[in-house]
Nanobody, 124 residues
Framework: QVQLVESGGGLVQAGGSLRLSCAAS????????MGWFRQAPGKEREFVAG????????YYRDSVKGRFTISRDNAKNTVYLQMNSLKPEDTSGYYC?????????????????WGQGTQVTVSS
């Protein structure tokens, strides 16, 4: 069992930056693939970024490529999402996700554990 706790959300002006953190409990974190999803009101939860268990591979949805960076520190049981050049359309609840397989997937159905989410609001 893994528990995920996100932090770092908040209100920021367009063009600004935020860094989200997701702290995981348990000794198996380093073997899990990790990801970030987001969900705006009235919309489906969507994949944002993913990283393999060893950080060797990452992937981003097209709309955040070049602006967001996912990384992990297995010694600290933490995964990060650095978000730069934020836009109002990035406004969402952001959710950390863990995948037992060690890889990452774009679909919600493949997520094994979810965090509770942290809100990011970007003002224009």
């Amino acid at each position: 069992q893994v528990q995920l706790v996100e932090s770092g959300g908040g209100l920021v002006q367009a063009g600004g930056s935020l860094r989200l953190s997701c702290a995981a409990s348990g000794r198996t974190f380093s073997s899990y693939g990790m990801g970030w999803f987001r969900q705006a009101p009235g919309k489906e939860r969507e994949f944002v970024a993913g990283i393999t268990w060893n950080g060797g591979s990452t992937y981003y949805r097209d709309s955040v490529k070049g602006r967001f960076t996912i990384s992990r520190d297995n010694a600290k049981n933490t995964v990060y999402l650095q978000m730069n050049s934020l836009k109002p359309e990035d406004t969402s609840g952001y959710y950390c996700a863990a995948f037992k397989s060690g890889s990452y997937y774009y679909t919600k159905s493949r997520v094994d554990y979810w965090g509770q989410g942290t809100q990011v609001t970007v003002s224009s």
